[in-house]
C-alpha cells in the first residue's frame, strides 16, 4: 500500500492511529474528522501537522 495517496476514516469512531500509518510515503490527504482521537502517534503528528 505504499502507492495509497489518500486515506478518508471519517466517522469511524476511531479511538487511536497505528504509527504505520506515518510509514505511507504517498501519501497526501488524511482524512479523520469525526472520530473521538485520544491518541495519534509522534510519527503522524510530524508528518501532517497535526
Do not use: C, H, V, W
Not at 5 to 14: F, I, K
Not at 34 to 48: G, W, Y
Request: without cysteine; glycine residues 2%; hydrophobic residues 40%.
Amino acid at each position: 500500500m505504499s502507492e495509497l495517496q489518500n486515506l478518508y476514516l471519517s466517522q469511524n469512531q476511531l479511538a487511536s492511529l497505528p504509527a504505520e500509518i506515518g510509514q505511507l510515503s504517498d501519501l497526501q490527504t488524511l482524512e479523520l474528522t469525526e472520530n473521538p482521537l485520544k491518541d495519534i502517534a509522534e510519527k503522524i503528528r510530524q508528518r501532517f501537522q497535526l
